[in-house]
């Protein structure tokens, strides 16, 4: 999931408007920022099992939250806990994620059709913005609201129409483990 981790971000701060959504978007994407930092010295596929895998998520969710608490001493640390946790039921759906070991990996694997991926997270996007714009009392605010959710699916085609472009592979779901 691409731009669908901000629509996590932004549901949780509709439930809890004090919390800065600036953390929150991070802590949606913080498997994504580790797996990157760790890929840079070595191949991506072997660094999954660091970032995305449960034991990983939960580690990461608790050290985010933690340091949350920490650094902003102020309330947040379960709403990015959560929004940490959230990151892999999300990429289940568009891609392949392990479980508990590197092997196997399980998913939906929705980048490999374009249409169905731009679809989803489309709706995920639509639905947090609508739910955030219900939280607040400004029309102006709701407004804003409307036009992140027009840029936010507008940028998610692109993402996936060039995704389609570039990728040759067959769509090859798999949520089951192999015997």
């Not at 981790?5 to 953390?23: E, F, G, Q």
């Not at 099992?49 to 939960?58: K, N």
């Not at 036009?147 to 993402?159: D, E, P, R, W, Y």
Request: with cysteine.
């Amino acid at each position: 999931m691409y731009l669908g981790h901000v629509a996590v971000a932004l549901v949780l701060r509709s439930r809890a408007p004090n919390v800065p959504i600036v953390p929150l978007t991070l802590a949606c994407y913080g498997p994504d920022w580790i797996d990157a930092a760790l890929m840079l010295p070595t191949g991506r596929e072997p660094m999954a099992i660091y970032s995305h895998s449960l034991p990983a998520l939960v580690l990461g969710a608790l050290a985010s939250s933690g340091l949350y608490a920490l650094v902003a001493r102020r309330p947040g640390a379960l709403q990015m806990f959560v929004a940490w946790l959230l990151h892999w039921p999300l990429d289940l759906f568009t891609g392949f994620k392990p479980v508990i070991r590197a092997q196997p990996q399980i998913g939906l694997d929705l980048y490999h059709v374009a249409w169905a991926d731009a679809l989803l997270e489309s709706l995920v996007i639509v639905a947090a913005c609508v739910i955030y714009a219900r939280a607040v009392d400004s029309r102006r605010h709701r407004r804003v609201f409307v036009a992140l959710g027009i840029v936010l699916v507008t940028t998610q085609v692109v993402f996936d129409v060039a995704l389609k472009r570039l990728d040759s592979q067959p769509w090859h779901p798999l949520l089951a483990f192999a015997p």
